[in-house]
Each structure stands twice: as C-alpha cells, then as structure tokens.
C-alpha cells in the first residue's frame, strides 16, 4: 500500500480546518455567553436609573397640612396646597359630616402651584363624627378627590388661675 503526498495533504487540511472549526464555535460561544451576561447587566442598569429619576409630579395634586401658627378661632385650620405643577381653576371644597366656617384665599378658585388656602373646619358636635379627609373638585376633575386630613392637634388644657382668699 502505498500513500501518496496528494492525500496526506487533503487530509491535513480536513484535520486543520475541523480544529479551526471547532475552536471557531467554542470562541462563539462563549462570546455568547458574555454577550448575554453583558445585555442582563445593561437592562439591571437601565432599570435602575429609571427608579433613580423623580417622577414628574401629576398636574393638579393637594397635600393638606396643619398652618404653624393657630390664632383664636372656632374650627380647625387645615392649610390645602397645590403641590402639582399647573394651576388649579374652579376649585370648590366640599364637605362630608363637618361645617366649613370659612375658606380663606381661595380667590375665584384658581390656586397656583405651590399656593394654598386655608380652610376652617367645624365638626358636628350633635353627631360627633370626625373626618379625616376633604373632598376638592376643580376644573378637568369629574369627581371629587377625597385629601387626607393630617391629625388634628391636641386641645390645649385648661388654664387655671389659683386664688387665694386673703384673710384680714
């Protein structure tokens, strides 16, 4: 039997180009596999800095607070903010088992972003309820939105004046 250069050669160029196929799809793969582990930590990233940006804040929103300072009037002052970013027009205040004493600063019923007004709540004595909410309607509103009421402060107690009687 005899061999010839002729296949020998053929035959090395098979075994060469096998090695290099084979090593050509392991490389494949494994690029792959970074390729992949690449596109997972990309979208973890992308995810992130979404929640890492503040939402942009709805166009009309109310946040009810307590005003620092109570002067001497009958009710319960409660200071309604327009946190959003476009004004408020046609706001009415509605009210659910209380009396509105007074509305102070709610002109026209536009309140601007960033404005408040104030509005002196009376509840019911006959009834003795007790709200924690308020209900607002404004323009581009269909129904009323009910605003959180933050807890009414404590009384003050009773101040009491100790006599003496003087004795003569």
Same mark, same amino acid.
Do not use: C
């Given at each position: &039997?005899?061999? %010839?250069?002729?296949?020998?050669?053929?035959?090395?160029?098979?075994?060469? %180009?096998?090695?290099?196929?084979? @090593?050509? !799809?392991?490389? %494949?793969?494994?690029?792959?596999?970074?390729?992949?582990?690449?596109?997972?930590?990309? *979208?973890?990233?992308?995810?992130?800095?979404? !929640?890492? =940006?503040?939402?942009?804040?709805?166009?009309? $929103?109310?946040?009810?607070?307590?005003?620092? %300072?109570?002067? &001497?009037?009958?009710?319960?002052?409660?200071?309604?903010?327009? =946190?959003?970013?476009?004004?408020?027009?046609?706001?009415?205040?509605?009210?659910?088992?209380?009396?509105?004493? *007074?509305? *102070?600063?709610?002109?026209?019923?536009?309140?601007?972003?960033?404005?408040?007004?104030?509005?002196? !709540?009376?509840?019911?004595? $006959?009834?003795? $309820?007790?709200?924690? *909410?308020?209900?607002? !309607?404004?323009?581009?509103?269909?129904? #009323?939105?009910?605003?959180?009421?933050?807890?009414?402060?404590?009384? #003050? #107690?009773?101040?009491?004046?100790? @006599?003496? #009687?003087?004795?003569?």
């Amino acid at each position: &039997m005899a061999v %010839s250069y002729g296949d020998a050669a053929a035959w090395a160029g098979v075994v060469s %180009s096998v090695i290099f196929s084979t @090593t050509a !799809l392991a490389v %494949s793969v494994r690029s792959l596999r970074h390729a992949q582990r690449a596109a997972d930590a990309a *979208e973890r990233q992308a995810v992130a800095a979404e !929640l890492a =940006v503040p939402q942009a804040p709805p166009p009309v $929103s109310w946040q009810a607070e307590l005003p620092r %300072s109570r002067r &001497m009037e009958i009710g319960t002052p409660y200071v309604i903010r327009n =946190v959003g970013n476009e004004p408020a027009t046609g706001v009415k205040v509605q009210s659910r088992g209380f009396k509105i004493s *007074e509305i *102070e600063g709610l002109d026209e019923g536009v309140v601007l972003p960033g404005a408040s007004f104030v509005v002196i !709540l009376i509840e019911w004595i $006959s009834t003795g $309820s007790r709200t924690n *909410e308020i209900l607002l !309607l404004w323009d581009g509103q269909t129904l #009323p939105v009910g605003i959180a009421l933050p807890p009414r402060p404590p009384e #003050p #107690p009773p101040i009491f004046v100790k @006599t003496t #009687p003087i004795i003569r």
